[in-house]
Nanobody, 121 residues
């Protein structure tokens, strides 16, 4: 049993910042590649960022490069997404994912329930 729980979403002004957190619990050794997807109303779920199990490798969607930073702290089974210079088009439900293969994909095995990020204009 692997549980995935993200938090940290909320309402922020255009240009503001938020930090999302994701905690793995249950049966985990903290060696899963992890990442983030997001989905806005009426849109397909899209890739945001991914990080390898040791944090050495990261990748980002072109739309968030230079603004978002993904990281992890394996001793706490926790992954983070620092989001800066937020734009209204970043508004979406953000999902934490964990898988067995890097980079994570839409086919990831473990998903959180999502946390809402709303950026006002």
């Amino acid at each position: 049993q692997v549980q995935v729980e993200e938090s940290g979403g909320g309402l922020v002004q255009d240009g503001g910042s938020l930090r999302l957190s994701c905690v793995l619990s249950g049966r985990t050794l903290s060696r899963y590649p992890m990442g983030w997807f997001r989905q806005a109303p009426g849109q397909e779920r899209e890739f945001v960022a991914t990080v390898s199990w040791n944090g050495a490798n990261t990748d980002y969607a072109d739309s968030v490069k230079g603004r978002f930073t993904i990281s992890r702290e394996n001793a706490k089974n926790t992954m983070y997404l620092q989001m800066n210079s937020l734009k209204p088009e970043d508004t979406a439900v953000y999902y934490c994912v964990a898988d067995f293969v890097y980079p994570v994909t839409i086919r990831a095995h473990f998903w959180g329930q999502g946390t809402q990020v709303t950026v006002s204009s």
